[in-house]
C-alpha cells in the first residue's frame, strides 16, 4: 500500500537533493520553529521548504544532530533564543515545554517519532505520516536478515546471548516505541534498562567511546554480531539520497516476514509519527493552517511526505486523545 512512498524516492532521488539541515534561505528566523525526533528531522525540513503563507516560508525545522546549540530567533527581539540543540523526541518535547515555561518564544513544536501525550497533557500530539520499524545488521553479519518479533524479544530480553544488540540513547522516540513493541509487558524504558548494570546488560545503548548511539545510524554496526533498529522510511531516504548517507554497510532485516523496501500496512512495528504543540495553539494561526486537520497544509503535501520515505498518516492532522 505504501510501496509508492519507495518507488517516489527512487524517482526524485535523481530530480532533486536532499533537505538541508537547519533552515535555510530566507527569512533567516521562521515564526513557527520546531526541534526534536531524527526520525522525522529530514521530512520535516522538506515540509518546512515547501509550505508557505502568503508567498513566506514561516516554519523552521532544526535537525537532531549539529552544533552544540541553535538560535531559532532574532537575537535583537529575542535574546534568550540560543539553546542547546535538543536531541530526539523527549528532548524535544522537553525544549517545547521549557520555552511554554518561560515564555521566550523560542521553540513552538516539537517533532515525535512515539505518541507520550497522556504524560504531556497541556500539549497536542498531531500525527502526519506513517513509518515502519525492523532491525538492521551489516551485509556481512552472522545475524539472520530473517527475524520474528519473539526472536527480537529473546535477543533484547538476553535470553538468547548469540548476538550483539544495540539500542538508542535513551529519549529517542524510536527507542520508546520499539521498548513498547517487542519488551514484555509493562516494562519501563529508562536510563538503565540497557547497558552494564541495567536489567538487560547484553543491550549496548553507548557506542565505542562510550557515547549515546543515536538513531538510524548503520556505522554503529561495527561487529558482524550487531542489530539495531532502524526506521525503513529513514533508511530509504538515505539510500535514495533524500537524507544524508548515514547506513555505511547497514541492510535491513526481514522482520516477521515483510520486506523492509514494502513500508505498508502489514508492517508488525508499523507507527504514526507526530508534530507536538501547545494544547492552547489548537485552532489559532499559523497553527491551524500548518498543522490542523486534513486540510492543513502539511497534510496536503502528500508529495513531500512520501518523497522522503513515509506514508501520509489516514488520520493526519488530527490529534490524538490521551
Keep these: 500500500m505504501l510501496l509508492a512512498a519507495s ?23 521562521r515564526e513557527i520553529v520546531g526541534t526534536g525526533s531524527d526520525t522525522t528531522q529530514t521530512v520535516m525540513n522538506g515540509l518546512a521548504d515547501a509550505i508557505t503563507v502568503n508567498g513566506v516560508k514561516v516554519m523552521g525545522s532544526y535537525d537532531a544532530r549539529g552544533t552544540t546549540t541553535i538560535t531559532t530567533k532574532d537575537a535583537a527581539t529575542n535574546p534568550n533564543c540560543t539553546i542547546a540543540r535538543p536531541e530526539g523526541s523527549t528532548p524535544g518535547v522537553n525544549a ?21 501525550a497522556t504524560a504531556n497533557p497541556t500539549l497536542k500530539y498531531i500525527p502526519f505520516a506513517v513509518d515502519a ?60 534498562l540497557f547497558g552494564v548494570g541495567g536489567q538487560y546488560p547484553c543491550v549496548n545503548d553507548k557506542d565505542a567511546a562510550n557515547e549515546p548511539i543515536q538513531e538510524h545510524v548503520g556505522t ?58 501547545p494544547a492552547d495553539k489548537i485552532g489559532l494561526e499559523p497553527y491551524k493552517t500548518i498543522f490542523d486537520g486534513p486540510a492543513s497544509q502539511i497534510c496536503t503535501k502528500g508529495d513531500v511526505i512520501t518523497k522522503y520515505g513515509f506514508g501520509v498518516a489516514a488520520n493526519c492532522g488530527v490529534a490524538v486523545t490521551p
Design 7 to 29: 518507488a517516489a524516492l527512487a524517482a526524485l532521488a535523481m530530480a532533486s537533493g536532499s533537505a538541508q539541515a537547519d533552515p535555510t534561505g530566507a527569512p533567516t528566523y
Design 220 to 277: 554503529y554496526l561495527t561487529d558482524v554480531k550487531h542489530l539495531l533498529p532502524y526506521s525503513i522510511a529513514v533508511y530509504n531516504s538515505q539510500i535514495y539520497g533524500q537524507a544524508p548517507a548515514a547506513q555505511g554497510k547497514a541492510v535491513l532485516g526481514v522482520l516477521d516476514s515483510i520486506q523492509p523496501s514494502n513500508l505498508n500496512t502489514a508492517s508488525t512495528m508499523k507507527r504514526d509519527v507526530y508534530n507536538v504543540v
Design 133 to 192: 520499524l525492523t532491525y538492521a545488521v551489516r551485509s556481512d553479519s552472522t545475524v539472520p536478515k530473517k527475524l520474528t518479533k519473539a526472536n527480537l524479544t529473546s535477543i533484547y530480553t538476553c535470553a538468547t546471548t548469540t548476538f550483539k544488540p544495540l539500542a538508542p540513547q535513551f529519549g529517542s522516540g524510536t527507542r520508546a516505541f520499539f521498548v513498547k513493541s517487542i519488551m514484555p509487558a509493562g516494562t519501563v524504558d529508562s536510563a538503565t
Design 96 to 116: 517545547l515545554k521549557a520555552d511554554i515555561a518561560s515564555g521566550n518564544g523560542c521553540v513552538q513544536f516539537a517533532r515525535s517519532s512515539s505518541n507520550a
